[in-house]
C-alpha cells in the first residue's frame, strides 16, 4: 500500500476530504496542501478517473529540514529517483518556497536537479534531460520554514483539466471549482439545478457528471502510469469499473441560460463533449426575462456573475444584481440559491441577506460563496 496526497485549494479541503470518503477511499489525515489517502496503484488510477474536486495526485516520498546546500543535496539522495525513468527520459523540478534559506525557487530546483543527476550518473554513467514542457517524471518540493516536502506529480497535468471544454468565454470557471461549489451548495441529485448566467456552461456540465459519475478522463493516461515500476501493471479492471459506475438522471433536471446566444451554442458544444448533453437544458435568455415552463418547487441555483473589474462595469452590472435579487425572491421560493461573488459592493445590489458566507479564491480573485436559502 502506498500514501497519496490529493491535492485542492485550501478552502476546499474538507470538500475533498468528503469526496474521497464517499468514494469508500481509505483518508489518513488533512493537511494545507489536500487529503492524504492510502491504497494501491489502482486506487491511484480510481482517484484520477472519478475525483471532480481534486486538481492533481501527488506521491509523497520524502520530508526533512534543510539549511545548507549539502543538507539538501544529502536528504535528496535518500530516495532512489531511477526506479522511475531510464536515462533517455525526461524529467523537471517544480519548487516552492516560504520562509526558507532557500529564498529562490529557481536556485532550489537547480540543486534538487542535481542531486537526481548525479543519482543517475553515479548508477548508470550518464543521465536523463531536462524538460519543462515535456517530462516523463514531474518532482514537486514543497519548502515551508526549512521543512521539504518532496513528491512525484502522479497526474502529468491535472485532474481539473477535463478535456471537455473545447470553447470557452471570458474569465470562465475551473472545472475543480465548479465541482467544489456544487458539492458545497448540497445540492441534492434528485432535484433541480439551474445556472441563470451559465456562460460556457461549466457549472450545468459538471452537475449532471456527478449526479451521472461520468468521468471524461476514461481515455486518458496518466503520468504514473508510464513510470518503468508501472510498465507490467493491466489497468483495464480499474477502467472498467468506473465506467461500469456511470448512472442516467432525469432529463429536464439541469438547466443553463445565458443572455448571449454564441455561449449557448458553446455550451451546447462542450456538454456533448462531456457526454452529457442530454441531461441537460440550455436556453438563450437574460436574467431579466427569465422564464420557465414550470418551475419545480425546490432545487438549487448556483450562479457566477460577472465582478466587474473597471468601474463602469460595477455601476452597470448593479442593474444585473438587482434583476438577479428579483428572480430569486420572486420566482424561487422554496429553492437555495447561491452566488459567487467578487465585488461586495455589486452584491448589495441583490437586496437579501446570505445566511452563510464561505471564502473561495477563483485564480487570483477573493470571493464570497453566498447561500440565499428562499423560504
Known amino acids: 500500500m502506498a500514501t497519496f496526497l490529493a491535492v485542492a485549494p485550501k478552502t476546499f479541503v474538507n470538500v ?58 544529502n536528504n535528496i539522495l535518500k530516495h532512489d529517483f531511477t526506479k522511475y525513468i531510464t536515462v533517455q527520459q525526461n524529467f523537471v523540478v517544480e519548487s516552492s ?11 532550489l530546483s ?5 542531486a537526481i543527476v548525479d543519482q543517475f550518473r553515479n548508477k548508470y554513467g550518464s543521465r536523463p534531460s ?28 491535472f485532474i481539473s483539466d477535463r478535456g471537455y471544454r473545447l470553447d470557452q468565454g471570458p474569465a470562465p470557471l475551473k472545472e475543480h471549482l465548479a465541482a467544489s461549489l456544487i458539492k458545497l451548495s448540497g445540492w441534492k441529485f434528485n432535484e433541480a439545478f439551474i445556472d441563470p448566467m451559465c456562460g460556457s456552461g461549466t457549472l450545468a456540465i459538471e452537475a449532471a457528471m456527478m449526479a451521472t459519475q461520468k468521468s471524461t478522463m476514461l481515455k486518458k493516461q496518466f503520468a504514473f502510469q508510464g513510470w518503468r515500476t508501472m510498465i507490467s501493471k493491466d489497468w483495464r479492471d480499474t477502467y472498467a469499473e468506473v465506467a461500469g459506475q456511470q448512472t442516467e438522471i432525469s432529463a429536464g433536471q439541469i438547466f443553463g441560460f445565458d443572455h448571449n446566444p454564441r ?24 436574467v431579466a426575462d427569465f422564464s420557465m415552463s414550470s418551475i419545480p418547487s425546490k432545487g438549487t441555483i448556483i450562479v457566477n456573475p460577472p465582478y466587474g473589474e473597471r468601474l463602469g462595469d460595477v455601476q452597470r452590472l448593479e442593474k444585473t444584481y438587482k434583476e438577479l435579487g428579483t428572480l430569486f425572491k420572486k420566482q ?10 467578487g465585488h461586495p459592493d455589486l ?23 453566498l447561500h440565499y436559502p428562499m423560504y
Open 16 to 73: 475533498l476530504e468528503a469526496e474521497l470518503k464517499s468514494k469508500q477511499f481509505k483518508v489518513i489525515q488533512k493537511s494545507s496542501l489536500g487529503i492524504y489517502f492510502s491504497g494501491n496503484w489502482q486506487d491511484c488510477l480510481r482517484a484520477h478517473l472519478s475525483l471532480k474536486t481534486a486538481t492533481r495526485i501527488l506521491l509523497p516520498v520524502l520530508e526533512f529540514n534543510a539549511y545548507k546546500d549539502e543538507e539538501l543535496y
Open 97 to 107: 518556497v516560504i520562509n526558507c534559506s532557500f529564498k529562490d525557487s529557481r536556485y
Open 110 to 114: 537547480l540543486k534538487v536537479k542535481d
Open 130 to 157: 531536462i524538460s519543462k514542457t515535456d517530462n516523463d517524471l514531474k518532482v514537486v518540493v514543497k519548502g515551508l520554514k526549512n521543512n521539504y516536502f518532496v513528491a512525484l506529480d502522479t497526474t502529468g497535468g
Open 263 to 286: 455561449m449557448i451554442s458553446v455550451s451546447h458544444v462542450n456538454a456533448k463533449a462531456a457526454e452529457v448533453e442530454k441531461f441537460i437544458s440550455f436556453k438563450q435568455q437574460s
Open 332 to 341: 424561487f421560493t422554496g429553492w437555495d440559491c447561491w452566488l459567487l461573488s
Open 347 to 369: 452584491t448589495k445590489s441583490l437586496s437579501l441577506k446570505s445566511v452563510k458566507q464561505i471564502p473561495v479564491f477563483n485564480g487570483p480573485i477573493e470571493c464570497m460563496f
